[in-house]
């Protein structure tokens, strides 16, 4: 069983509409949780994390965790072409950070 | 301030070669990490240093692979007699050590390892 499940899209949104992009994990003792983007080349940029219950926001950006679920998950609301990226899903347990496969969102204009 | 800096940003080698991939993490950071991460995957762990020392290696796929930070800065990842299947972007990232606001990594740029 892989540590961190993503599905990996492609995910398509128009311009406006809030995309949301989910994220499993496979060990209660993960302690904290990251989503990063990754443009096509470049490498992964942090957007937020969340090591609590519940929601946090950020702009256009809600992350959301469920522990007793497992889950975390990232909103982006008002989706911007530039928002077209494959999105990671991290958790850190221990030392290690283990990441998914990611999930390709791409806004339509 | 500068970010996380590698070099070379490309690496083309022969099977059975070796090499040296360097990373410049960020000034006062005392965690860096090593990942590679293959196309349309996300990027694997392979070591974790705090401070001078490796505190986790098990991500090393195995003895070829070795990395030394031998004064809490800069790291080297050295691959010995490579194979086609190293090819890979191996990215580098740094970050305090702490909360999770400071575990926060900071990703360098990368470099793309083809063997060929």
């Known amino acids: 069983q892989k540590e961190v499940e993503q599905n990996s899209g492609p995910l398509s949104v128009p311009e406006g509409a809030i995309a949301s992009l989910n994220c499993t994990y496979s060990d209660r003792g993960s302690q904290s949780f990251f989503w990063y983007r990754q443009y096509s080349g470049k490498s992964p940029e942090l957007i937020m994390f969340?090591?609590?219950?519940g929601d946090k926001e950020d702009g256009r950006f809600t992350a959301q965790l469920n522990k007793a679920s497992q889950y975390v998950s990232l909103l982006i609301r008002d989706s911007q072409p530039s928002d077209s990226a494959t999105y990671l899903c991290?958790?850190?347990?221990?030392?290690?950070?283990?990441f998914g496969t990611g999930t390709s969102l791409t806004v339509i204009p | 301030g500068a970010g996380v800096s590698q070099t070379p940003s490309n690496k083309v080698t022969e099977k059975g070669k070796y090499v040296e991939l360097r990373c410049d993490p960020i000034s006062g950071h005392t965690a860096l990490y090593w990942y590679r991460q293959s196309l349309g995957q996300g990027p694997e762990f392979l070591i974790y240093?705090?401070?001078?020392?490796?505190?986790?290696d098990s991500g090393l796929p195995n003895d070829r692979f070795f990395a030394v930070r031998p004064e809490g800065s800069v790291s080297t990842l050295k691959i010995q007699r490579t194979e086609r299947g190293d090819s890979a972007v191996y990215l580098c990232?740094?970050?305090?050590?702490?909360?999770?606001?400071?575990?926060?990594?900071?990703f360098g740029p990368g470099t793309r390892l083809t063997v060929l």
């Open positions: 240093f705090q401070g001078t020392g490796a505190a986790d």
């Open positions: 991290a958790v850190k347990k221990g030392n290690q950070f283990y």
């Open positions: 969340i090591y609590s219950n």
């Open positions: 990232a740094s970050s305090l050590v702490g909360t999770p606001s400071t575990d926060t990594q900071y």
